[in-house]
């Protein structure tokens, strides 16, 4: 067999492996596992290359990065179990159910925000799928357009920080988190300004399809009948002119970044909201109306959240895995206050926590097995070498990796692209000068469409789980198609518009992983110890682990026993 063959049989294995049902770690593990044996025996590969698996699974171990990734999934599970969703959709549903299409507005705005806090798709489809869809149902709303806003908007976890796709691609792309978050934020804002303004032309072209609430549901009103509204939007412009004013006398002499400076301004007005609305309850002033009360009430713990772990991110103060720890923090006290902390709810959060981040980590060791003995066969320089052939230069790369990204997302889910496809793209990214958190947020919204895709998008799963059986299954799927194409637009907006990414970023993106023929010219190719070393972990950067500021990598015996073989990518 020629040894050109081995890369391109390995992927399609893999391919094979994953469409027939085996688990994604175990077929990337057994794939890797069986070429390497393969390769070793007619000689196209180092057998000694295998020993850098060990030090592959201890950097994972010690990567800080992904402890961000226990911390978000149990901060969203505590909230969503402590009611705070259904507080949330109720509210807003009463404040938006007098104009066509309220509700929805009011689940894509609830979705929003709980990705803001909670950064898990399932315990956002799931929550709003069991609150708002039989309420939609109930009013008169089309069964299509009721679905595909409840699954669109919960799939904004996926894209609003804090993410865990974005933890995840920041890691495969040996980038920055806090980058990718601040990078993400204006296309994940942009995407709910998408779907509001869809909602809005349905309302306009089909006004049946999403009516307002009748006059008797609309429960939120004053002793003598009024909606409150005006007490509500006077509130709203005393916090907006109290922030803004603080930024222009606190921040007038300054040259702060923007970002801090709304921050903090919208954790003044914030402020002064909720403390209005304490006096106003405590006092019985009667100042407030009924309605102004309960939306600060409802509204300012997940802000006050949202600041806690974004804000603290974005401005320096904390690492995102710091501020996971205290938005999980976070998330226990608030159930505290609303009394919904028990022991079961606790152990439950623990129990779905502890088996996402065993599924993921088990996922990132056979990916480390798979590309070990990719990189072994040459596949690194196969994939190179695909991409090299095609017309338009950086355009043209970039469509076809959106298109492949695309089409592989009807069969595998994020982690399953993150881990696997996103290493083979990000050395040839970073070749071709491609800012590496702008195409980390760029792959982040394409992959979103993993959760829409029918008919195998587990969004649309989640929500069928849910949905009331007069709700088919084909409603789901049409309903689901329109955001599909706003999702896919907002990738062409996303590449027209770099600077809806880059705008954010204070400094250059961090680097990119090196190419491998980069990393093996960097090795010492003398030095006395070389046998012994880091055992791979230079070979296969993106790991996520950092040295001291001024140490230098240990030698790799892989790597080195690569560059003796003649290998190179």
């Known amino acids: ?103 929805a507005y009011a689940v894509i705005f609830v979705g929003a925000l709980l990705a803001a806090t909670t950064g898990v798709v399932a315990a956002s489809v799931i929550s709003m799928g069991l609150i708002s869809l039989p309420i939609m149902m109930r009013y008169g709303y089309d ?9 669109a908007s919960g799939t904004l976890a996926q894209i609003i920080p804090p993410s865990l796709v974005l933890i995840v691609l920041a890691d495969q792309l040996g980038t920055s988190v806090g980058d990718m978050y601040a990078g993400a934020l204006v296309p994940g804002l942009t995407l709910v300004l998408l779907y509001v303004l869809y909602v809005f032309i349905v309302t306009v072209v089909r006004p049946n399809a999403a009516p307002a609430l009748p006059p008797e549901a609309r429960t939120l009103r004053e002793d003598n009948g009024s909606s409150g509204t005006p007490s ?18 606190h921040y007038a002499a300054t040259d702060r970044p923007m970002d801090e400076r709304i921050i903090v301004s919208a954790l003044i007005g914030i402020a002064i909201a909720f403390g209005a609305a304490v006096v106003n309850r405590v006092t019985k002033m009667g100042l407030l109306s009924r309605a102004a009360e309960r939306v600060v009430f409802v509204m300012v713990p997940p802000l006050m959240l949202i600041f806690l772990v974004l804000g603290t ?75 090299d052939s095609l017309p338009g230069g950086v355009v043209g790369f970039l469509v076809v990796v959106n298109i492949l990204v695309f089409v592989l997302a009807f069969f595998l889910d994020f982690f399953e692209i993150a881990f696997i496809i996103v290493p083979l793209l990000a050395p040839i990214a970073a070749k071709l000068g491609i800012d590496l958190v702008w195409f980390g947020v760029m792959l982040g919204v394409n992959m979103q469409t993993s959760f829409m895709h029918p008919p195998f998008g587990f969004a649309l799963f989640y929500l069928r789980s849910v949905a009331p059986k007069s709700i088919k299954t084909t ?76 140490a230098e990598p240990e030698p790799d015996p892989a790597a080195a026993l690569l560059e003796e073989a003649g290998k190179s990518p």
């Open 143 to 151: 069964a299509r357009v009721a679905s595909g806003v409840i699954a």
């Open 475 to 550: 409603d789901i799927y049409w309903g689901a198609i329109p955001f599909v194409i706003i999702q896919i637009l907002m990738v062409a907006l996303v590449i027209a518009f770099p600077k809806l990414v880059t705008h954010a970023l204070h400094g250059p993106a961090a680097e990119s992983t090196q190419t491998t023929e980069e990393i093996l010219q960097s090795l010492p190719q003398d030095a006395p110890d070389q046998t012994e070393g880091d055992g791979g972990a230079a070979l296969m950067e993106g790991s996520g682990a950092t040295l001291p500021a001024g």
């Open 232 to 249: 509500l939007l006077a509130l709203l412009a005393v916090s907006i002119v109290a922030g803004v004013a603080y930024d222009q006398f």
């Open 313 to 387: 991110i974005f401005l320096g103060v904390a690492t995102p895995t710091e501020g996971g720890a205290m938005g999980a923090a976070g998330a226990i006290i608030l159930a505290m206050i609303k009394g919904k902390l028990n022991l079961d709810l606790t152990r439950q959060a623990m129990n779905s926590t502890l088996k996402l981040t065993t599924f993921v980590v088990f996922i990132l060791i056979g990916a480390r097995v798979f590309r070990i003995a990719f990189i072994g066969v040459d596949g690194d320089a196969w994939v190179e070498h695909l991409f």
């Open 1 to 103: 067999m020629s040894p050109d063959f081995m890369a391109p049989l390995m992927f399609a294995s893999l391919i094979l492996f994953l469409l027939i049902g085996y688990p994604v770690a175990f077929s990337l593990s057994a794939v890797g596992l069986l070429f390497a044996v393969i390769a070793i025996e007619l000689g196209f590969m180092p057998a000694a290359l295998l020993q850098a698996l060990p030090q592959q699974v201890f950097d994972i171990m010690r990567n800080d990065t992904l402890l961000a990734i226990p911390f978000f999934t149990f901060m969203g599970l505590i909230l969503e179990r402590s009611g705070m969703a259904e507080d949330m959709l109720e509210t807003i549903g009463q404040l938006f159910g007098r104009i066509r299409g309220g509700l």
